[in-house]
């Protein structure tokens, strides 16, 4: 028993991987006080005095805290100790109050971490917070939990919403891919079916050579998320999937959309665009994409049978 770093007390058949994590940090990064016996603390934090301080939170939060903030500075970036003390003090404060908040940061996305944020501000200084610390706390938020959902993660890197090779090594990339440092959020795809169909079919491509990474973050996801926008104007969008004979003509239908700059101009920056014609190339692109994510289950027919969940007919 050490004073300073009380033991972990949970069932003994919990099976969460936060824990094997936790044991794989160094000592001095596991808490509840972070920084006093790291070598060269001021090099890999944003302030060189401040700590990071976890006491007083439910342990798994502790433990996601402390290694996020020890992945933060293998990563190269700084540990972001004003925005991980922010979240401690947040979620003390809502233990006090007795104010909800999700059992543990990989199941707390972005909204949910802003709303308690804009709470903590609102009930303390009757305010709501300053741009700095959305900032800091958006941060937090990207890389270190993306990596943290990643290693807990013990399915396919592609089950996953949001890819980033810098937060998951698991990720295949080439030896020379100019956008290794990009990621891409097949998650935005509403449509499930198509969603796992489209993280299915891209990651085992990946995985086998057909498709690099460049291709796949910058332009398919890209070019299927269009095609899950145009299914969204379909009375029933599982019309797609029925008689192959339709085929050609929901091709059409869906190019003339896809055509309309109005469609694919989503930022309101790019509204100036909107009088210039979409390119050939680009509706080939996403026709080229949708084309072969229908294909692929055909052409491993022997694979499908063995998916116990199978996305498409």
């Keep these: 028993m050490n004073g300073q770093r009380p033991p972990y007390l949970r069932p003994a058949d919990d099976k969460d991987p936060i824990w094997q994590l936790l044991q794989e940090l160094p000592p001095q990064w596991r808490g509840p006080i972070i920084g006093p016996a790291i070598d060269n603390w001021e090099k890999i934090t944003e302030n060189a005095k401040a700590r990071i301080k976890l006491h007083g939170l439910p ?10 903030a020890h992945w933060q500075a293998l990563d190269g970036t700084r540990s972001s100790v004003l925005a991980t ?7 003390r404060r809502a233990i006090r109050e007795q104010h909800p908040f999700p059992p543990s940061i990989r199941a707390m996305d972005w909204d949910q971490a802003a709303a308690l944020q804009r709470w903590f501000y609102a009930t303390r200084w009757g305010r709501l917070p300053p ?6 706390l958006r ?7 993306l990596a943290l959902l990643a290693r807990c993660h ?9 890819w980033h090779p810098r937060c998951d090594p698991r ?14 959020s097949p998650g935005q795809i509403r449509h499930r079916w198509l969603r796992e169909a489209a993280k299915w079919h891209l990651g085992t491509a990946l ?17 299927l998320t269009r095609f899950d926008r145009w299914l969204g104007t379909l009375e029933d969008p599982l019309q797609v999937l029925g008689d192959p ?8 239908a869906f190019r003339r959309w896809d055509a309309d700059p109005a469609n694919r101009l989503l930022r309101s920056n790019d509204r100036r665009f909107a009088d210039r014609p979409v390119h050939p190339r680009q509706i080939n692109d996403d026709l080229r994409a949708v084309g072969e994510l229908f294909a692929f289950p055909r052409d491993g027919e022997t694979e499908s049978r063995r998916n116990p969940d199978p996305v498409l007919p």
Aim: a negative charge; glycine letters at 6%; one cysteine or more.
């Design 85 to 91: 003390n922010q979240m401690a003090n947040i979620l």
């Design 131 to 136: 741009h700095g610390s959305i900032a800091r």
């Design 245 to 252: 004979a339709n085929a050609a003509a929901q091709a059409a």
């Design 139 to 145: 941060v937090m938020f990207r890389f270190a939990r």
């Design 171 to 184: 990720i295949p990339l080439t030896g020379r891919e100019p956008q290794a440092n990009y990621g891409c």
């Design 207 to 223: 995985e086998a050579g057909t498709l690099r990474w460049s291709t796949v973050s910058q332009e398919r996801v890209k070019c």
């Design 154 to 162: 013990d399915g396919h890197w592609w089950d996953l919403d949001e």
């Design 59 to 68: 342990e798994t939060i502790a433990a996601e805290l402390a290694w996020m």
